[in-house]
């Protein structure tokens, strides 16, 4: 019922191009979905979240698309540029309280 | 503004040995979550704190612990280390109530040997 799956486990993307990543949840309760960014030594950086209550939310080049009756999320990131490289992680919380539960994560590489 | 602070930032102890880990959250921020990172199991949450009271859970033995004090700052301690528990320990703040909008530290890099 907590789990989150995210797909692909990793991902190679030519600079300019799209990367798309996807999540899928089980959990009715959650109702909160963030993205976060992590680079190699750091810890995870909240990158772009939406909640159920809207289907599509953009930031610059980054942008969450969310279908509730699927449960599923994605995120997509437009015009991908090698500094993009680092490892993404969808995440999802509901009235529980503050506690994240996150997808596998994703390598994503964006090649020069 | 000051980010999360987390010390240290790298940690070698010996199997049965325990170990307190310490969090400082961002000014004013008065939730703080416990997170372990590891390769196998990904991110998974340890516990929560607000205003000095564990709200939340995850599902940890007994051996991991922790607690917040009047200024936020946060401890976690894990007694009898096994080798299992060599992990990245990453501590998160938010200012809000309810979910979301957490900033997280650099963690801690805890090696067990």
């Known amino acids: 019922q907590q789990q989150v799956k995210q797909s692909p486990q990793s991902l190679i993307v030519q600079k300019g191009g799209i990367s798309i990543i996807n999540c899928a949840y089980e959990?009715?309760?959650?109702?909160?979905f963030p993205w976060y960014q992590q680079f190699p030594g750091k810890g995870p950086a909240l990158l772009i979240a939406?909640?159920?209550?809207?289907s599509e939310k953009k930031e610059g080049r980054f942008t969450i698309s969310f279908n509730k009756s699927a449960k599923q999320f994605s995120l997509h990131i437009m015009d991908s540029q090698p500094g993009d490289s680092a490892t993404y992680f969808c995440?999802?919380?509901?009235?529980?309280?503050?506690?994240?539960?996150f997808g596998g994560g994703t390598r994503l590489m964006v090649k020069p | 503004k000051a980010g999360v602070t987390q010390t240290p930032r790298y940690l070698i102890k010996t199997r049965g040995q325990q170990v307190t880990l310490s969090c400082s959250p961002i000014?004013?921020?008065?939730?703080v979550s416990w997170y372990q990172q590891t390769p196998g199991q990904g991110l998974q949450f340890l516990f929560e704190?607000?205003?000095?009271?564990?709200?939340n859970k995850g599902n940890f033995p007994g051996r991991f612990s922790g607690r917040q004090f009047s200024n936020s700052r946060s401890e976690m301690n894990v007694s009898t280390l096994e080798l299992g528990d060599s992990a990245l320990y990453l501590c998160?703040?938010?200012?809000?109530?309810?979910?979301?909008?957490?900033?997280f530290g650099s963690g801690t890099r805890l090696t067990v040997v």
């Open positions: 000014s004013g921020h008065r939730s």
């Open positions: 995440a999802a919380s509901g009235n529980a309280g503050n506690m994240l539960t």
């Open positions: 704190y607000f205003s000095e009271t564990q709200r």
């Open positions: 959990n009715t309760a959650f109702d909160y």
């Open positions: 998160a703040s938010s200012s809000e109530t309810g979910a979301g909008g957490y900033t």
């Open positions: 939406i909640r159920p209550d809207v």
